[in-house]
């Protein structure tokens, strides 16, 4: 009795509309001035998505549609309002949490009541093919969620970062998968609840599996391919209900996190296997070799820092995630702004893989009112640490260190780091001489003859280098 | 629609989906989270219809349970990617 076969035309093309918009959106993100129009055009997607949706069906149940879009959108509305921009990627985790159970739900709902779905067979069995999807779907759905979920813990600091690692790993989780994978088989032939419901439940387990291995240091690898799993979810879910709208954003949503993830593995040359399989970067350190912090190092204070690079014709700032935690981003601008009444140039470097997502240093320095001009990417900064008086680097260690380009016994080695050991001066920010970075290895540039370390909470040693230059 | 129309239509949005994503600057690209994010809750389409439907109670409290958990997602995303975009500004203050 459904619509599927009887759709008025405007009906598809309504969804391909809703689906460029979405292209669109993406596509404006190409640069920050258009950017706030792309964002628009995803809202404008969406609402022609969702009113489509309501107006060519049946909707006996409006009022509690409306109310639990309300509700819904209420908690997400005040969420995105008070979140602080540090705590951007456990957000992220966390809606992308909301999708994998929203797919999930859809599948279930679909599976339950395959009449209002459309996809009844003349026979009053569900589609072969829908099956296929639908497992798909609901599996994709349940890792998401609870990979998600894991991520979430672990970037808020519910959860340690440190690699949990159960013995027999990669055994367990191979013959979880092709388990569930042969139940998704076997349902196109028994259309039994049992079937779809294990299915269900062995994918929240295989989720929950898959990122407890994953260090800390991972975790920006992490947020991307679970990004890419919720638009594969909603792809899924697309075919079933044969939707353009959401096989694009599947697609669109699927590319971006498997390109974020690539480019995110590249910046660490780590291959995406070795990532997901686990076991890189808890938050204990592995102690360097014996003896290593016994060797000399400089320290400075706030007086010699704000001295040395007030001298200085150009400083170049290096914010890591030691600068987030401690939310120095708004200290540091302001420090910035008075070397530039100094007449110094001031420029900011940022590593692909600073912080716990992808660009996530981008926005604090964002917050914090820094143009945008003045931040550049490694490979568009690192030749230009040598024509430097002063590199600041602060909170940022693994992605600093040279002995990822000459130690091949380092856990790091190959990775590509920022040059900072070429200017002249090194400046390093870091709150004490023990612990070392995500990586567990110990930098290298801290016993260089050029590195001044400035040994404080980064926020407190900004503000009082803005002291000392005042 | 058949199948291989549907596969068509999602073998092009995945290379779609490839150019326009290498086009994003790395300086947006925790943007590019929150919006893909927001707009992967298109999954709402679903749990409308399941939400719609009489006959089969579970499935429309199910489906109402997803179209909340859903618009977090849609509202929540847009609302945080619009506040980060409102960020990224051109140098206006004089050094």
Known sequence: ????????????????????????????????????????????????????????????????????????????????????????????????????????????????????????????????????????????????????????????????????????????????????????????????????????????????????????????????????????????????????????????????????????????????????????????????????SDRPWKRGSAEDAAFLMKQAEQVIIVPGYGMAVAQAQHALREMADMLKEEGVTVKYAIHPVAGRMPGHMNVLLAEASVPYDEVFELEDINSEFARSDVAFVIGANDVTNPSAKTDKSSPIYGMPVLDVEKAKTVLFVKRSMGGAGYAGVENELFFRDNTMMLLADAKKMVEDIVKSLG | MDFISILSIFVLACFVGYYVVWSVTPALHTPLMAVTNAISSVIIVGALIAAATAGVPQAKWIGLVAVALASVNIFGGFAVTERMLAMYKKKERKG
């Open chain 1, 1 to 292: 009795m459904h619509e599927v076969a009887d759709v008025p035309v405007w009906v598809p093309l309504a969804y391909l509309i809703a689906g460029v918009c979405f292209i669109l959106a993406l596509r404006g993100l190409s640069s920050p001035e258009s950017s706030r129009r792309g964002n628009r055009f995803g809202m404008i997607g969406m609402a022609i998505a969702v009113v489509t949706t309501l107006v060519t069906h049946e909707i006996g149940s409006l009022v509690e549609i409306l109310i639990a879009i309300a509700i819904g959108g209420a908690i997400g509305f005040i969420i995105a309002r008070r979140i602080a921009m540090t705590a951007m990627p456990q957000l992220v985790a966390a809606f992308h949490s909301l999708v994998g159970m929203a797919a999930v739900l859809v599948g279930a709902a679909a599976f339950l009541n395959p009449d209002a779905f459309g996809i009844l067979g003349p026979d009053g069995e569900i589609l072969d093919v829908s099956r296929v999807e639908m497992g798909l779907g609901v599996a994709i759905g349940a890792i998401t969620f609870s990979g998600s979920v894991i991520a979430f813990l672990k970037l808020n600091g519910n959860m340690s970062g440190k690699p949990i690692i159960l013995p027999l790993r990669h055994v367990i989780n191979l013959g979880t998968l092709a388990v569930i994978l042969g139940l998704i088989g076997y349902f196109t032939t028994d259309q039994s609840a049992w079937v779809f419901w294990t299915v269900t439940a062995l994918s929240f387990l295989i989720g929950f599996l898959l990122i407890i291995p994953i260090g800390g240091a991972d975790m920006p690898v992490v947020v991307s391919m679970l990004n890419s799993y919720s638009g594969w979810a909603a792809a899924a879910m697309g075919f079933t209900l044969q939707n353009t709208a959401m096989i694009i954003t599947g697609a669109l949503v699927g590319s971006s996190g498997a390109i974020l993830s690539y480019i995110m593995c590249r910046a660490m040359n780590r291959s995406f296997i070795s990532v997901i399989s686990g076991g890189f970067g808890g938050e204990t350190a592995i102690a360097g070799p014996a003896g290593a």
